[in-house]
C-alpha cells in the first residue's frame, strides 16, 4: 500500500484537491488514503468537504482572527510534525499557493516524506504579486518530489528551473474535474442567494474580488464598477462578497442598495457553478474563477496588473484589466455592445483541462512507484457513461497538438451543455 496525505487549508484548496482524494479512495487496493485539514480559513472550507464528502483524519484548527502568514506558517510547521509523525505516509500532497501548502511541503521535508506538489509551476515572476503565494509556491516547488503542472507552461518553468523531467506531470488542472462533478450535480436555486436574481432579463456578470494586492484599491474598483452599471442598464452585477472584512468594507459601501447590483453571501460552490452557468461573463481576481470561467466559455475580465494563468489570455478567454478604471470601463462595455467582441472571447479554448487531472495525478504518482504498478489500473476501458472518459488517456506531454485542440473543443461542447442544462 502506498500511504497518502493529503493536506488541505483553504477553500480552493478542497475543490482543487477533492478529485485527488476521491481518486485515491477509487483505488483503495493500492493507495491508503488520509487527510489532514490545517482550517487555514474555518468558515469557507468546511461546506466545501461536506459537499465533496470529504472526512478529515486530521484537523490541526490553526485559524485565529487577524493572523500573519508567519503565525500559519508557524502553527502549520508545528501541528503537521506531529501528524506526520502519526501517519508516517509515503507521500504528502499539497496544492497550490496557501501558507498551507508551503509549510506542509516544508514539514514533509524535515520528515524525509516525499511531497507532490498539485498546480505546480504557475509563476507571475514577481515575487510580491500574488504575495506571498507566488514565493508559497515557489518553495513548495524546490522541496517536492513530484510536480503536476496543470498545463504545459507551468510545467516548462519547472524544467527551466532545473526540474528532472521525469518528476513533472501534465495534468490538467483538477478545478475542472471538480467543476464537471460538481455541475452533474441537480441543483434547484429556491431558497438560496441565487433565487430572484433577473435571468433571462438582464445580462448577469458574476464579480469576486479579494486578492491581497487589491485590498487598498478595493473602494476604486468597487467605484468603477458603480458607474459601470450606470452607464448600461442592460447589465446586473451578482457579486458574492468575501468573507475578510477588509475586503467586504469597500464593497458594501460603495455598491450596497443600488437596484442592479445584488450582494451575496459566500456561495457554496454549488451555487456558485450552476451560476456561472448563466452569467455573460465574470469580472474576478481569483485564480480557479479564471479556470473554470474558461472552461464553461464565459469570458473573464482579470482584476489583477500580473497573473500567473497567462494561458487564458493567450487562448483569448481572458483579458488582464487590472484595477484600471479606464481598461474595465472599455473591455466590460465591449462585451455588452459588441457581440463578436463577446463571441470572440467565449469561443476561445479552454486552456486549462479536460476533467480527468486526478486520474493523471494519482497515474503520476504510482508510475514513481514502479513495484506497485497495476497493469488494469493503468490500461482501464474507458467507461461509456460520459464522453469525456475516453479523453482520460491522452493529455499527456507528449499529446500531438491537433488532437489537443480536438479533446479541447469537445470538452467546451460538453460544459456548455450541461451548463445550459
Ligand atoms: N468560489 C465559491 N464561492 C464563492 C466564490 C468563489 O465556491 O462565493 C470558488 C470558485 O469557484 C473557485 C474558488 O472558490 O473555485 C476560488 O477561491 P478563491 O477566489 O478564494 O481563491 P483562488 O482561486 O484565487 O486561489
Not at 133 to 151: C, K, M, Q, S, Y
Not at 154 to 162: D, V
Not at 391 to 398: C, F, G, P, Q, V
Request: charged share 25%; hydrophobic share 40%.
Amino acid at each position: 500500500m502506498i500511504r497518502v496525505l493529503s493536506v488541505i487549508g483553504t477553500r480552493p484548496e478542497a475543490i482543487k484537491m477533492a478529485p485527488i482524494a476521491r481518486e485515491l479512495e477509487r483505488r483503495a487496493d493500492t493507495f491508503e488514503s488520509r487527510i489532514c485539514v490545517t482550517h487555514q480559513h474555518r468558515e469557507m472550507l468546511d461546506p466545501m468537504l461536506d459537499l465533496f464528502n470529504l472526512e478529515a483524519h486530521h484537523d490541526l484548527e490553526i485559524m485565529r482572527p487577524g493572523q500573519s502568514a508567519s503565525d500559519v506558517t508557524q502553527a502549520v510547521l508545528a501541528g503537521m510534525s506531529e501528524v506526520l509523525e502519526r501517519e508516517r505516509p509515503d507521500w504528502v500532497l499539497i496544492q497550490g499557493d496557501t501558507t498551507t501548502a508551503m509549510a506542509a511541503s516544508m514539514a514533509a521535508f524535515y520528515r524525509k516524506a516525499c511531497v507532490g506538489h498539485v498546480e505546480a509551476g504557475l509563476r507571475t515572476f514577481d515575487k510580491y504579486s500574488p504575495y506571498p503565494e507566488e514565493i508559497n509556491r515557489r518553495v513548495a516547488g524546490v522541496l517536492a518530489d513530484a510536480h503536476f503542472a496543470p498545463t504545459r507552461w507551468a510545467a516548462t518553468n519547472l524544467r527551466r528551473e532545473g526540474v528532472p523531467r521525469e518528476r513533472v506531470f501534465v495534468t490538467g488542472n483538477t478545478v475542472i474535474d471538480s467543476l464537471q462533478h460538481i455541475g452533474r450535480l441537480p441543483f434547484d436555486p429556491t431558497d438560496t442567494p441565487l433565487e430572484g436574481l433577473p435571468y433571462g432579463r438582464k445580462r448577469i456578470v458574476l464579480v469576486t474580488a479579494h486578492r491581497h494586492e487589491n485590498l487598498e484599491g478595493m473602494a476604486s474598483i468597487c467605484g468603477t464598477l458603480r458607474e459601470l452599471t450606470e452607464r448600461h442598464p442592460e447589465l446586473h452585477l451578482a457579486f458574492p462578497v468575501h468573507m475578510n472584512p477588509r475586503a467586504a468594507q469597500p464593497v458594501y459601501d460603495t455598491l450596497i442598495g443600488l437596484e442592479r447590483v445584488s450582494l451575496l453571501p459566500p456561495l457554496e460552490y454549488q451555487q456558485l457553478v450552476w451560476l456561472l452557468g448563466r452569467v455573460d461573463f465574470v469580472i474576478t481576481d481569483s485564480g480557479g474563477l479564471q479556470e473554470e470561467a474558461a472552461a464553461v466559455g464565459k469570458p473573464v475580465l482579470v482584476l489583477r496588473e500580473r497573473t500567473e494563468r497567462p494561458e487564458g489570455i493567450d487562448a483569448g478567454i481572458a483579458k488582464l484589466v487590472g484595477s484600471n478604471r479606464d481598461e474595465l470601463l472599455v473591455c466590460a462595455g465591449r462585451l455588452l455592445q459588441d457581440p463578436l467582441e463577446y463571441h470572440a472571447m467565449a469561443s476561445a479554448d479552454c486552456p486549462y483541462g479536460d476533467g480527468a487531472a486526478a486520474e493523471r495525478v494519482v497515474q503520476g504518482l504510482l508510475s514513481m512507484f514502479p513495484g506497485a504498478l497495476d497493469e488494469e489500473h493503468i490500461y482501464e476501458e474507458p467507461s461509456p457513461e460520459h464522453p469525456l472518459d475516453a479523453l482520460l488517456h491522452h493529455a499527456t506531454e507528449e499529446i500531438p497538438r491537433q488532437y489537443a485542440d480536438q479533446v479541447i473543443s469537445r470538452f467546451k461542447r460538453c460544459s456548455r451543455e450541461w451548463a445550459r442544462r
